[in-house]
């Protein structure tokens, strides 16, 4: 069973606009943790943000921003400010302690 | 640099052959954990080790893969009799687990990219 569903194979966002990546995961354990890391056209995963399943709070670094709903199970990512250099793969992914999951990810394209 | 780091970046190999791949963590983290990501898709999760216990394996980790961490510091992944389909990125990922916690954040490294021709 999908775990983890990124419903978007490409965004296209223009420059200094913000944009909303979807994820939506699925999992019965109490305590998870959500995660979005950045994979460039280099191939190294770059570590965004971490929602943990009992923060009330949504996460937030820098521009990024994290819209943790629990009752509809949805973790999306917001970006605001969108620069250039924020073209790459986006990878939702959560955690159960001892299971790991990633999506299928999201490609973003900055347009100047 | 005090990053992931592994070896090699890039790999060919004939089909049949043998390869082993080199993951060095995080100096103070605990947990060490693989992936294979083919084109287009997200990382798959192989295996993982808490110090020097490999505590979970993936189904897709057949027999032909086999993943050490000896003293609990860097690891090694071996791919014995490689196949077509072996050809991946292979993701090492290193983490700080503390004691009644879940789910800390793990940190990349640049991956090793296998091809078998």
């Known amino acids: 069973a999908q775990k983890i569903t990124q419903t978007q194979p490409g965004m296209f966002v223009q420059e200094k606009e913000a944009v909303t990546l979807d994820c939506t995961y699925d999992t019965s354990d109490p305590s998870y943790g959500l995660f979005w890391y950045k994979q460039p056209s280099s191939g190294e995963m770059i570590f965004l943000i971490y929602?943990?399943?009992?923060?009330?709070q949504n996460a937030t670094e820098g521009r990024y921003s994290l819209n943790f709903q629990k009752a509809r199970k949805s973790a999306n990512l917001v970006i605001s400010a969108s620069q250039l250099g924020d073209s790459a793969m986006y990878f939702c992914a959560m955690s159960t302690g001892n299971q790991f999951y990633f999506g299928t990810g999201t490609s973003l394209t900055v347009i100047p | 640099d005090t990053g992931v780091s592994q070896d090699p970046r890039h790999k060919i190999t004939k089909r049949g052959q043998n390869v082993t791949f080199r993951c060095d963590p995080i100096?103070?983290?605990?947990?060490l954990y693989w992936y294979r990501q083919t084109l287009g898709q997200g990382p798959e999760f192989l295996t993982y080790f808490q110090n020097e216990a490999q505590l979970e394996k993936s189904r897709l980790l057949s027999d032909r893969f086999s993943a050490e961490r000896p003293k609990g510091s860097f690891s090694t992944l071996e791919i014995q009799r490689t196949e077509q389909g072996d050809s991946a990125m292979y993701l090492c990922a290193s983490s700080l687990a503390l004691a009644g916690g879940c789910c800390e954040t793990q940190y990349f490294g640049p991956g090793t990219r296998l091809l078998v021709l």
């Open positions: 929602q943990g399943s009992y923060d009330q």
């Open positions: 100096s103070e983290h605990n947990r």
